[in-house]
Structure formats: structure tokens, C-alpha cells
């Protein structure tokens, strides 16, 4: 079909899966290096791939069809007098735009991923980035159309202040500095990203972005000649809420999760969890201008969009080996994984490769994400509970708000794409995480261990495993693991609250946990 840029629909992801150091495109089957705030399918994990998506028991969206898989840095906010970093609470979830732009918009197939934004990038390249774009017609004489101009293009920075008019999407293209968030933001900021519409028809590659491309005016315009198929173009936005009440009157910074203050190291990743058929049907016939989901018969001929409360419900399984990490920690002495703060102009650094030696371990002893084959009673959670703040503003606006690309309207209430006028809802913040509870054999007794002073031992979960022959019991303690084996090794996992793993075969060793660990 033929479709016009009126036609979308606003995918509505108010809950959020978890947040946490994973990322199975970039760093599958290992310890992302960030952190990163994810929703969409509860199937989601270090290993995921599209049949944990799509057979999983829930997701965090409207549409109960949709086991996508969608995420970005988590954002922080660094006191510059204690040096502590303390989460950004999250607003409403996150809004996925599905914009039908061009000609035969194609479905995303089975299998398919992609990323959209540079991790690395800490400077700007297109201009000014302080000054608006210029037109769009400018682009091709300024020489201003490479994949890579286009990519700092597609993220944006949106100054929310609902009693004002509102900026245009892709306004800003970095992250302001706090003296004008807490002066001209007072309900948030809302972060964006679009994401390259042209393929070349392969489902990844190798830097998981060059399967795909950008059209020559981001959302808008002609695919190079490489890429010719149109697929739905994606949108994110997520707001955060800068002006909370713990940040006002503090001096600091905010910061992503990856350690970029700049935004021009904003990211985000996608993998399709649609049965390829039904979203085809929903590209081909829900065209109407409105963006609602309720307007679209495919999404409501076989029940009723998900309520905000179901959504809100849907968690993925936090990997064992994160579990120790609280991603979501209400203070921290450094950002998940000890990453530090780069602020260019040169690109930042990547990280060692300390996390995959671990991890490999790790995977070595007890194999892929290993979520759910031991007993939990008070182990601690990467994932967010449902008492996660969603709105701390009295505005009528929760997440997304409205998708303007070219603003008409003097008030916010009436964008080119039709504001998402969803009543905000104010819950009670909640600094503990939610506790895992999956459901397996009772828990054994601690092993008698000779105590030190101020060590405490509490046993939280155990596992049996069967190999050749050979009955071994793995007893899971805080902040120590025992594993029952022959021989022994030691890993020291990166992080915030760090623990080791340790093997032997008929005596339990203790380690203590006390020092502070920065950097890779």
C-alpha cells in the first residue's frame, strides 16, 4: 500500500520490564556495560531472541500481540556535593510511534532487531548544535545527508513545560545542563529517538545498524539506493522527571546510564516480537489519523487493550548474575557497572573486556542467563516494582505527550499528531525493589561456616544439579555463593555490590565484601 504521513499509531508501554545491565543484541548472552530501562515482553534477557519474546507470559504494552522488546539508557542524576548518583524516575512508561512513511510500509519479519544512535559518540558534527536545524530542503547543498548527520539528527531532547508552547520533536539535539532544566523543564524531559526506515531486507549485521538506513530527512524522504525496502518507522519517547522533588536545590548533573552528560551518546535498541502477519494486517488497516489504539480493529477484535494496571505488572526475570546489582538502588556511590562519566569532544571509551571474562565464567558454571532454576526469599532486584513513581507533575500529559514535528498550534493540547491526553496518576515512591519470587523446591539450612566479625551470612535459595552421575547441591548465600564442585576458581563480578563465586568440594570458604571498586 501507499501510506501517508497522517497514518500511526501510538504504541503505549506505560510499565516498564526491569532496568538493568542487559542488552542481547550488542552483548548477547553477556553483562551489558550499561544499564538500560526496558519494556515490552517479559521474555526479555541476556540471551533473549525472538521465541523467548514471543512466548512470554506478558508484556508491558497495550497491545497483548506486541512481545516487542524496546529499550534505552536509563538516565541518573549525580550530586555534585556527596558525589552520589540516584535514579531519574521514569514518567508513564514509554510511547512507541509505529509512522507508516512511504510506499509499501513492510512488516518487521521474524527475527528482525536493530539499534538506532551511537553509544560512543560525545560530540556533534552537523553544525551548531545549539542552534535549530536548518531546513530540511538545506540538508542535500550542505552535504548534510550522510547516515551519519542523520543519526545525531534522529535524537532529540524535548524541554517539557506544559503551561508553554511546545517544542518541536528532534528540537534539541543534547541534553541540557540542569541550570536550565530546573529554570525553563518543570515537568521533565522527554527523550526521543527515531530509528532508520530503509533494509536492505537481511534481519541484522554486524554493528547491528547497517542493514538498516535513515531516509534522507530522518523520518521523511528518499532511501538510498542500497536499502529500498520501507519499514515502519519507529519513534521512542520516554520522559524523565529532572524536577523532582530530590533534585530540587541540588547542584549536579544528569547523567545516562553509559556515562554520557552530552545526549549525543543517546540510544536505544528494538527487537520485533509481532507475529510478522498480524502487524502487516495492522500496517495495511489501521491508517486513521487519530494514532489510538482503540481505533484500530486489529488491536481490539480479540479483546480489550491491556489496562495501565496489567501493563505495570509485566517484569522480566533479573539474570543471576545481576541480581546482587541494584540498578534502581535509591543512592550510589557510582553509576551500574562502575561506568565513569565521559564528556568528550572525542568519543568515549570502551569498555574493557572485564565484563566478558566474567560473564563467560559465570556462564560456564551455570549456563545462559540462569533466571530460573533457583528459590529466592529476599534476593535483590534489578527490576522495577509497580510502586515505581510514573508522574510527579499535575499535568494532564504522561508520556510522549504529543509527536510534533512541525508545530501549528500555539498550546500543546493540539500537535500535528494529536496529544496523548491520558490523566497522570501519582504513586507513592518506593526505594526497595521488588523481590524475585519465582517457585521452586524449599530452601535448605546455611552450612555451618566459622562467622566473622561483622559478616553476616543468610542463605536465600538452593539448587540441585545431576551430571554423570554426580549429585551436586549449589547453596545460594548473601553476599556469598557456594558451589559444591571439584577444584576451585574465583570470579569477582563489576559492579556496585559485587559478590564472588566460589567452587570446592567438601569445605566452605568465606570472602569478604568491603572495598569500593571503581572503573572497569
Not at 518487521?108 to 538506532?116: E, H
Amino acid at each position: 500500500m501507499s501510506s501517508t504521513t497522517e497514518a500511526f499509531w501510538r504504541m503505549e508501554c506505560r510499565g516498564s520490564t526491569g532496568v538493568a545491565r542487559v542488552d542481547p543484541i550488542v552483548d548477547f548472552n553477556k553483562v551489558s556495560g550499561h544499564a538500560h530501562a526496558v519494556h515490552g515482553s517479559s521474555g526479555f534477557g541476556m540471551s533473549a531472541t525472538y521465541d523467548d519474546l514471543v512466548n512470554a507470559d506478558c508484556t508491558s504494552c497495550a497491545v497483548k500481540q506486541d512481545k516487542s522488546a524496546y529499550w534505552t539508557p536509563a538516565m541518573y542524576f549525580l550530586d555534585s556535593e556527596t558525589g552520589e548518583y540516584s535514579p531519574v524516575p521514569q514518567v508513564g512508561g514509554m510511547l512507541a510511534y509505529y509512522l507508516l512513511r512511504g510506499d509499501n510500509v513492510t512488516a518487521f519479519p521474524t527475527g528482525f532487531q536493530m539499534v538506532a544512535g551511537s553509544n560512543y559518540r560525545r560530540d556533534y558534527t552537523v553544525g551548531d548544535p545549539y542552534s535549530p536545524d536548518p531546513p530540511q530542503s538545506n540538508w542535500a547543498g550542505l552535504k548534510q545527508t550522510g547516515q551519519s548527520d542523520l543519526e545525531q539528527r534522529a535524537v532529540g531532547f524535548n524541554c517539557l513545560n506544559y503551561r508553554q508552547p511546545a517544542e518541536a520533536s528532534l528540537y534539541r539535539h543534547y541534553m541540557p545542563n540542569k541550570t536550565f532544566t530546573d529554570a525553563s523543564c518543570p515537568d521533565g524531559l522527554r527523550l526521543e529517538l527515531m530509528f532508520p526506515s530503509c533494509w536492505n531486507g537481511e534481519l541484522d549485521s554486524d554493528d547491528h545498524k547497517s542493514h538498516v538506513a535513515y531516509p534522507d530527512l530522518v523520518g521523511n524522504g528518499n532511501c538510498p539506493n542500497t536499502h529500498t525496502r520501507r519499514l515502519v518507522t519507529l519513534f521512542f519517547e520516554t520522559i524523565w522527571d529532572t524536577n523532582a522533588a530530590q533534585f530540587q536545590g541540588k547542584s549536579g548533573s544528569f547523567v545516562m546510564s553509559n556515562g554520557d552528560r552530552t545526549g549525543f551518546g543517546y540510544h536505544g535498541d528494538f527487537m520485533t516480537g509481532w507475529d510478522p502477519d498480524f502487524l502487516q494486517e495492522a500496517v495495511d488497516t489501521c491508517t486513521n489519523d487519530s494514532g489510538e489504539l482503540k481505533d484500530c480493529g486489529v488491536f481490539t477484535s480479540n479483546g480489550p487493550l491491556l489496562s495501565e494496571a496489567e501493563q505495570r505488572e509485566c517484569k522480566f526475570k533479573t539474570p543471576l548474575v545481576l541480581t546482587a546489582e541494584n540498578a534502581v538502588a535509591q543512592t550510589m556511590t557510582e553509576l551500574p557497572g562502575g561506568v565513569q562519566i565521559q564528556d568528550g569532544p572525542e568519543s568515549a571509551t570502551p569498555p574493557s573486556n572485564v565484563i566478558d571474562q566474567v560473564t563467560s565464567a559465570i556462564g560456564d558454571i551455570f549456563g545462559g542467563d540462569s533466571t530460573t532454576t533457583t528459590t529466592s526469599s529476599s534476593v535483590p532486584s534489578s527490576t522495577l516494582s509497580t510502586s515505581t513513581p510514573v508522574a510527579t507533575t499535575s499535568s494532564i500529559f504522561q508520556s510522549g505527550g504529543a509527536f510534533i514535528e512541525n508545530p501549528t498550534s500555539a498550546t500543546p493540547s493540539a500537535p500535528d499528531f494529536g496529544a496523548d491526553s491520558v490523566p497522570s496518576t501519582t504513586t507513592s515512591v518506593s526505594s526497595t525493589p521488588a523481590p524475585t519470587t519465582s517457585i521452586v523446591p524449599t530452601t535448605t539450612s546455611a552450612p555451618q561456616a566459622t562467622s566473622e566479625p561483622g559478616v553476616s551470612y543468610e542463605v536465600y535459595s538452593t539448587q540441585t544439579i545431576t551430571s554423570a552421575g554426580l549429585v551436586e547441591e549449589i547453596v545460594w548465600m548473601q553476599p556469598v555463593v557456594y558451589v559444591t564442585e571439584e577444584s576451585f576458581t574465583t570470579v569477582t563480578i563489576p559492579g556496585p555490590a559485587q559478590q564472588k563465586v566460589k567452587k570446592a568440594r567438601s569445605h566452605v570458604v568465606q570472602h569478604r565484601h568491603n572495598h569500593n571498586r571503581r572503573g572497569y
